[in-house]
């Protein structure tokens, strides 16, 4: 982020940008899924996808899990897709058992629908979906349906293997466990989701996020040389590039466990308070934050400004009907979980004092 201010066309920064592009298909897994790498945050990438592969009137599946995939449905809609949502309580991920029927009962209509979008993780409950089940009940099911995952609050936390699993579209943002500050959309693309793009049959209704003049752009960088359709964030890429050449250099595979061992340190020092997360089991836990239910007697409001006073940085809720009632952490990438940092064993001290200065007994 530092670096000294270069034009677009730079060989550094196109070497810096080619590289970034390579190194995310091994985050994710593919050999030739393709990135589109563009200015903007992790809602861009739900334009993308509305915009690109749903044409007006045709049939969306959303598994919703929490606040994101509400709004992701309402972006959908905005595009004209005409959308079925299947909601989860709070603390809970998607029923598969419903998901199927609505599969089943859509493809027997002889329309079967165009994509099914999920989130990986929704950050509004760190309530993490089973996204290789989803797939294979996709294929077996609606095989023609594409598979779209949100990964902002998933992305390099959480195991996803693209083409193994056979994953149509997966989006992320620079800012969660990617390591880097905002201001990138990520988004991978399977070659049958570009051929979807290429058979539409009405324009694309969009230009800024419009697939078919980004690819160009992405295939030149790759190739270190620059082409240009809209300014690319020079600074952000390259920084963006440096945090995940650094994850690939820690290691995929490593990097996840990092995260599992460490969110489960983590949700272990919370329940030693006394305290109870929003998942309601084990294995729909999220590695790379935590949503925690209050303490009865204690406020978002008591809690908050007496962790900001310690130096954390905690957020309230955002799930409809329960704002107030809990509170979220997060713990993602690897300044955050490195152990001779300490940050995570800092932050539960941070908690338990807080909670004891608002009058609770962690005892």
Request: some cysteine.
């Amino acid at each position: 982020m530092a670096t000294k201010a270069i034009a677009h066309t730079d060989p550094i920064f196109a070497a810096s940008f080619s590289e970034l592009i390579k190194n995310l298909r091994t985050v994710f897994g593919t050999k030739d899924g393709q990135p589109f790498v563009i200015a903007g945050s992790g809602t861009l990438c739900w334009d993308q996808v509305s915009a690109n592969l749903v044409e007006a009137g045709e049939k969306v599946l959303l598994l919703s899990c929490g606040y994101f995939g509400d709004r992701f449905m309402d972006c959908l809609e905005t595009y004209g897709a005409k959308v079925d949502c299947l909601r989860s309580e709070i603390g809970y991920s998607c029923d598969f058992d419903q998901v199927a029927k609505q599969l089943e009962s859509q493809a027997a209509s002889g329309s079967p629908y165009k994509l099914v979008a999920a989130s990986h993780v929704d950050t509004s409950s760190g309530v993490v979906l089973d996204v290789e089940r989803l797939c294979k009940l996709v294929k077996e099911k609606s095989p023609s349906t594409l598979v779209v995952v949100g990964s902002v609050c998933a992305a390099a936390c959480e195991d996803l293997q693209f083409d193994n699993w056979g994953v149509d579209v997966v989006f992320t943002a620079s800012q969660k466990a990617l390591g880097c500050p905002p201001g990138v959309a990520v988004t991978v693309a399977s070659q049958r989701a570009l051929q979807v793009v290429n058979n539409r049959s009405t324009p694309i209704p969009a230009y800024y996020v419009n697939w078919q003049r980004w690819l160009p752009i992405m295939e030149a960088y790759e190739n270190k040389a620059p082409k240009y359709f809209a300014t690319p964030c020079v600074q952000t890429i390259m920084a963006l590039n440096v945090s995940v050449r650094n994850i690939v250099s820690y290691g995929v595979e490593d990097y996840l466990k990092l995260h599992r061992e460490s969110s489960a340190k983590f949700t272990d020092g919370l329940k030693k308070l006394g305290l109870k997360i929003i998942p309601q089991s084990e294995d729909v836990r999220s590695h790379a934050m935590s949503a925690v239910w209050l303490p009865e007697g204690v406020k978002l409001t008591d809690l908050v400004p007496r962790m900001a006073a310690r130096g954390v940085t905690i957020s309230g809720g955002i799930f409809t009907g329960h704002a107030t009632e809990y509170f979220r952490i997060g713990h993602m990438g690897l300044v955050s979980n490195d152990p001779s940092l300490g940050f995570l064993e800092k932050t539960l001290t941070a908690l338990k004092d807080s909670l004891v200065d608002a009058g609770y007994n962690c005892a």
